[in-house]
């Protein structure tokens, strides 16, 4: 018997676990109470590991389409079935006619996060897809035009605040979203208890709401009626003091001018709350000696997504809550680059559109909302080939089901994920990655998220199988097909090659703290490690923290992580403005220009307030992650959790039953629900989870199959997008 420790990479809160391993066996997943993090907390995912390790349908060797079926196939077929299958249409038909795609699981393996980069950059397509445009876009958008940089994005200072505002996030359920903080209920649980506020601004009364000092049930997707309401007050009644930050911010005139007509009389009406209500928040915000704004899925997944993000962070800068202990602050990852700032290029989109709606791209992405039109559409370009790693489109975005007959009609698809799932059934070719417990783990795209600066590294948990390549390897392997050099040839020498090309860039650039040390001595000094180890250990060396090479001979590398299984706490946010922004003015822009023009969209649809019939809202579930761990016996136990929530009032006017079915019908497609009466929600809005629907035929997902659900995705429409963060609409 062994014990092993390892962070979960489920979701964002990154609780540490504490595994009881017997030979090739796991005993026992329980939480790691040494963990600097997480101490000990755990959700009902992180146990499930074990029969995610163990699941006779998780794919552990690729599988090739054979007639009507599929045959197991070696590494080395598989891969030469993949350059057969891509080669052709990237000759014929150009770069743009193959596609990728990838889900948020990338978000949280180490490999995907270091190496799936290079698969894009070898593919050279337009057509780069994943779920950031179905997730949080316009949050990187709001704060890419906000701060110059899409990846300087505010986490909230749950620990230290005094009031936290909370919209359109359920984070006792999800765990946090932007917001890496294991143990949120625990954490929610100290503010109140140190005398804070909690106000929660959703829809529904969810458990976070329950735990709340108030509750705004807000009209869904009308949150920036009651943010710029909240604006308007800051300014009407001089609550305007953003403190140290006056100095490093540009356009407070303007953005009082766009507020003025969004007095709280004015927008009490379209977002449903109380112009009296509103004012009070806006008081408490601004007296508070220390408030955090938080916005999530809620807040991006509408209409006006990325208006709503930026209106969250503008009330944080306007009441000097930006950049201060107990605010909204930017954490300093162990792994990140040196802050060269103030000023910078800034954020910039649409450096190319999409071909058949002119779409912009948006940090190198186009919507996945898109994609269907991309492959439906002749003409040149059209995409003919597609590669998707660890994602479930089929399942998880807008319009699915045509999303879903345009998959079926590709030339090839190739998927890197181990399961045979709704998605997956369309390839010709999976390739399965190992077992996540054979793989390493750091977090490195979310401790940049973290309520406190953290580094934890998890080795391996068990080795590889003969033959068997890891995460990294098989993207190399995709890499090289893409680049024309064909299925055989040696990853290795290329990750040697990426390596050095990363090291040559670093000693030449300020952001990495090289320590003036030269290339070879740079690669003497990584010694024999290879594939993410070594990227990651010249990442934390030249990092923030870094040992520089001998420079700061205290300072981190990969060793020290290695020495410390419950991961290292590096300390609370810090401030780091004006260094973090990377504006062309040096300056925090509140009121940039493709903003300014899109709020003309925004009041143009102000009468639209009585306008809908019902709106659908999401919601998570704790035993489920997006459109997996379905597959789980563990996870699948209890109330199925796909039923349409809806008010007791409505329910009676429509004559539904509690446990009856409904038929809801939007703008794109109907599905059938089983209903759940609750007066949990508001009225005219009901609550659907998305990524079931494991009906399809074609899969290999038994435990699925059995308690398939429905697919909420069936119903979003993807012809209403924020224009500015080419974001999908949700609700
Ligand atoms: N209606 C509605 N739709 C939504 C949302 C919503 O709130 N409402 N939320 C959206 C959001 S925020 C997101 S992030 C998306 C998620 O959408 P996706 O990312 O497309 O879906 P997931 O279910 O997260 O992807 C799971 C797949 O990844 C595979 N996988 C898991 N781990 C690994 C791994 O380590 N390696 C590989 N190669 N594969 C792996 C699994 O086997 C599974 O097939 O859904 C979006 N869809
Ligand atoms: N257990 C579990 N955890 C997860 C996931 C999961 O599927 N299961 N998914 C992970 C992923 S990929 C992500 S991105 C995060 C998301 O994390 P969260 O953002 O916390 O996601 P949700 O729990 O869906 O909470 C969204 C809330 O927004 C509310 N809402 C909907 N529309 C509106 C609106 O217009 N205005 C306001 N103010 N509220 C609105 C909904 O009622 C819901 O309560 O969760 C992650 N964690
Ligand atoms: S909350 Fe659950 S799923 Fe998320 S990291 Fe912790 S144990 Fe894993
Ligand atoms: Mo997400």
């Not at 934390?540 to 040992?547: A, E, F, I, K």
């Not at 005219?684 to 659900?709: I, Q, Y």
Request: proline residues 7%; neutral net charge; hydrophobic residues 40%.
């Amino acid at each position: 018997m062994r014990v092993a420790f390892r962070t979960c990479p489920i979701c964002e809160a990154t609780c540490g676990l504490e595994i009881t391993v017997r030979g090739d066996r796991v005993v026992r997943i329980a939480g790691d109470p040494e963990d600097v993090l997480s101490r000990g907390h755990l959700c009902p995912k992180g146990p499930a590991l074990k029969e995610l390790h163990e699941d006779p349908d998780r794919l552990e060797r690729p599988l090739v389409r054979h007639g009507d079926g599929w045959k197991e196939a070696s590494w080395e077929e598989a891969l030469v079935r993949v350059e057969r299958g891509l080669g052709p249409i990237l000759e014929s038909r150009g770069r743009d006619a193959v596609g990728i795609y990838w889900g948020n699981p990338i978000a949280h393996n180490l490999s995907a996060a270091l190496y799936l980069r290079y698969v894009v950059k070898a593919l050279g397509s337009k057509n780069v897809y994943s779920a950031s445009t179905v997730d949080q876009m316009p949050k990187q958008t709001a704060c890419g035009l906000l701060f110059g940089s899409a990846t300087a994005v505010p986490v909230p200072d749950l620990d230290r605040t005094d009031l936290l505002m909370i919209l359109g996030a359920n984070p006792l359920v999800s765990g946090g979203s932007l917001c890496t903080a294991p143990d949120m209920a625990g954490r929610l649980k100290a503010l109140r208890d140190r005398g804070g506020k909690l106000i929660v601004v959703d829809p529904v009364r969810t458990r976070t709401a329950k735990m709340a000092n108030e509750h705004v049930a807000v009209r869904p997707a009308k949150d920036p009626y009651l943010l710029f309401g909240m604006v308007h007050t800051l300014f009407e009644e001089s609550l305007v003091s953003p403190g140290r930050l006056a100095e490093h911010i540009n356009g407070v005139d303007t953005l009082r001018d766009l507020a003025r007509p969004y007095s709280p009389e004015v927008v009490a009406p379209a977002c449903g709350v109380e112009a009296d209500v509103i004012r009070r928040l806006a008081r408490e915000v601004a007296n508070a000696p220390k408030a955090a704004v938080y916005g999530r899925i809620g807040t991006c997944t509408v209409e006006f997504g990325t208006i709503t993000s930026w209106l969250i962070d503008v009330i944080n800068i306007l009441t000097g809550n930006l950049d201060r202990a107990g605010g909204v602050l930017f954490p300093e990852a162990a792994h990140t680059r040196l802050k060269t700032g103030p000023g910078g290029k800034g954020f910039v989109t649409g450096r190319w559109r999409s071909r058949v709606r002119s779409f912009p791209e948006v940090n190198g992405e186009l919507p996945i909302a898109t994609l269907a039109d991309e492959i439906e559409t002749p003409g040149d370009g059209r995409v003919r080939g597609l590669i998707t790693v660890a994602g479930n489109p089929v399942l998880t975005t807008v319009n699915s089901h045509r999303l879903d007959a345009a998959l079926a009609s590709l030339d090839f698809m190739v998927s890197v994920d181990f399961y045979l799932n709704e998605t997956t059934r369309h390839a010709e070719v999976i390739l399965p990655p190992p077992s996540i417990l054979r793989q390493s783990h750091y977090d490195l795209f979310l401790y940049p998220f973290a309520v406190r600066n953290t580094a934890n590294y998890s080795p391996p948990m068990f080795q590889l199988g003969p033959d068997e390549p890891d995460m990294w390897e098989i993207l190399l392997k995709l890499a090289l097909i893409l680049g024309g050099k064909g299925a055989g040839a040696d990853h290795r020498a290329l990750d040697d090659d990426l390596l050095a090309q990363t090291v040559k860039a670093a000693v030449k650039d300020r952001r990495f703290n090289t320590g003036e040390r030269n290339e070879s001595e740079i690669h003497e000094m990584l010694g024999n490690r290879r594939g993410p180890e070594r990227t990651l250990d010249l990442m934390l060396r030249t990092g923030p923290y870094g040992d520089a090479f001998g420079a700061n001979p205290d300072g981190l590398s990969l060793k020290t992580l290695e020495d410390r299984p419950h991961g290292m706490d590096l300390g609370p946010l810090r401030p780091s403005v004006p260094q973090i922004i990377q504006t062309p003015s040096g300056k925090i822009e509140l009121a940039p220009r493709p903003i300014i023009e899109d709020l003309t969209r925004l009041e143009a649809s102000f009468p639209a307030a009585a306008e809908e019939g019902i709106l659908l809202v999401g919601r998570r579930n704790l035993r489920s992650m997006n459109s997996w761990l379905h597959n789980l016996p563990g996870p699948a136990k209890g109330k199925h959790p796909c039923t349409l929530r809806i008010h007791p009032r409505d329910a009676g006017r429509l004559g539904l039953e509690d446990g009856g079915e409904a038929k809801v019908t939007s703008s794109v497609g109907s599905v059938r629900a089983r209903v759940e009466i609750t007066d949990d929600i508001r009225m005219g809005v009901v609550s659907l989870p998305h990524g079931w629907g494991h009906d399809l035929p074609g899969t290999r997902c038994a435990v699925a199959r059995k308690h398939p659900g429905v697919n909420s995705n069936i119903l979003t429409d993807d012809q209403r997008l924020d224009p500015l963060a080419v974001w999908a609409l949700h609700t």
